[in-house]
């Protein structure tokens, strides 16, 4: 490994590429699906001897139960658009030029290296409590936020290079306090005060901090801006209609800077997206829904079921997973909510194991209550984990789902719901319709009469 895991600020490694771009050739590496697994995985050992445990050792027990994070075939491809967004940044035009200026690296009249004219962006949409937001934070952690360069090539190249930034959109969509959030990110990262600078210049106009922002970019060569909750827009739209000028200031600091930017949300967020074409293009990307009721659900049942502190272990049953699922809806978030509940429940009121009046008890106190409407995407069931060296996402590509043609998805449920159809007599008009013998059976009835024209 060229960089140590989990290190915010590393020396530059540089991998000699030939490409006379310090910028791309001291990127980490890209990590395969096998150890990208392992490393976001976080699974601490189950409980042992439950029985000799006390009443506060299980509800400390407990409270480790949301620490656990299974992963989940998805997640690669989110880190490796992550990682090839990353890339594009440091591809383009204005990267290349902002090292020639600076250090004059590049050879005068030699070949000159093949340059995007502007970063990739993309986004991020699901129901909420799918995990996006954990995700996107493992697969970040997984790579320095900065990178210091001192020397390149036995020549001076003092700079900083701060890989990605994570802000949260503002809840009143504001420009200002958009920019705001990115200058203490930014902060953070490099332990600078860039944003004291801002508040004591009382800087009035959003146009002047906006333009500030797209400096300390160039400057500290940010390569990704991930932007969480991007759905707060929508429902600032509706009452200020100052949607606008925020994505165009995101827009602008894309195109001026090349900085690559990730949107994250939940479905609420698409349409804000789908009202413009520049924002479809520049927001491709997975639309992520709940699990179904099939194997991966329950590959993620049975992963947190040895996570129990009740005196004796329940077994996961067919009914008792169909259960879960139709109070959780598939959703992550819930499943383990509902497990950690069920099980409060059962030590509250001296029940040995849990069981389905546990589980319904967990429900009716966490007051669950799933969308009925999931919008359109790709069921996390549906993605495929990815072989060793393969990168392409599954065949029902979640980015293109979200076409006028595809409706929105109802909720599912493991169990169905409603009565049972009648059993319909075969003379029955809907089953002969249906049959295609309609003709044949009003005909056989004296229901109608053939007329015969000569």
């Given amino acids: ?48 001897a439950c029985q000799n445990m006390s009443m506060a ?11 656990v994070f299974i992963p989940l075939d998805y997640m690669y491809y989110i880190y490796d658009s992550l990682y090839r967004m ?6 383009t035009l204005t990267s290349r030029e902002r090292v020639q200026k600076i250090n ?22 699901g129901t909420p409590g799918i995990g996006k ?40 969509a504001s420009q200002k306090t958009m920019a705001y959030n990115i200058v203490r990110a930014l902060d953070m990262a490099v332990g600078s005060n860039h944003l004291d600078y801002l508040l004591r ?17 160039v400057t500290y060569n940010v390569g990704l801006l991930v932007v969480d909750e991007i759905q707060n827009v929508v429902a600032t739209a509706q009452r200020t209609n100052r949607i606008k000028p925020l994505i165009r200031f ?11 930017v990730y949107f994250t949300g939940t479905i609420l967020a698409e349409t804000v997206f789908q009202s413009e074409e520049y924002l479809r293009r520049r927001t491709r990307g997975p639309r992520l829904l709940p699990f179904k009721p099939d194997g991966a659900y329950r590959a993620f049942l049975g992963a947190l079921w040895p996570y129990q502190y009740t005196p004796e272990q329940a077994v996961l049953t067919d009914r008792l997973a169909n259960q879960i699922y139709d109070y959780s809806g598939g959703i992550p978030a819930y499943i383990s909510k509902l497990l950690e509940e069920a099980q409060a429940q059962a030590l509250m009121r001296g029940v040995d194991k849990i069981d389905g009046k546990m ?34 996402p599954p065949e029902a590509n979640p980015a293109e789902n979200t076409s006028e043609s595809s409706g929105p998805v109802k909720r599912l449920y493991a169990v169905p719901r409603g009565r049972k159809a009648d059993q319909r007599d075969e003379r029955d008009l809907l089953v002969a319709y249906k049959a295609g013998v309609l003709r044949e059976l009003l005909l056989s009835q004296s229901m109608v009469e053939e007329v015969v024209l000569c």
């Fill in 1 to 48: 490994m060229k960089y140590n895991l989990g290190v915010q600020t590393v020396e530059a490694v540089y991998d000699n590429s030939g490409t006379q771009n310090p910028l791309i050739e001291a990127l980490p590496e890209c990590l395969g699906p096998e150890q990208f697994i392992r490393q976001i995985r976080c699974c601490p050992p189950p409980p042992q």
């Fill in 57 to 67: 050792e299980r509800r400390q027990g407990l409270a480790l139960l949301p620490t």
């Fill in 86 to 91: 990353l890339q594009s940044s440091y591809h």
């Fill in 104 to 125: 004059a690296l590049f050879v005068s009249g030699g070949s000159v290296a093949g340059y995007g004219a502007q970063a990739q962006s993309g986004a991020l949409l």
């Fill in 133 to 172: 937001t954990s995700t996107l934070k493992r697969c970040l952690m997984l790579m320095p936020q900065v990178v210091s360069h001192e020397k390149y090539l036995g020549k001076a190249f003092y700079t900083k290079q701060v890989l990605w930034l994570h802000v949260e959109c503002p809840s009143d």
């Fill in 201 to 217: 210049a009382h800087a009035g106009s959003a146009s002047a901090v906006a333009t500030y922002i797209k400096t300390l970019c």
């Fill in 250 to 260: 995101l827009t602008e600091l894309t195109n001026d800077t090349c900085t690559a």
């Fill in 359 to 392: 589980v319904a008890a967990a429900a009716d106190y966490l007051a669950i209550q799933p969308p009925q409407e999931l919008g359109t995407g790709t069921f996390l069931s549906d993605f495929q984990a990815p072989a060793e060296g393969t990168i392409e």
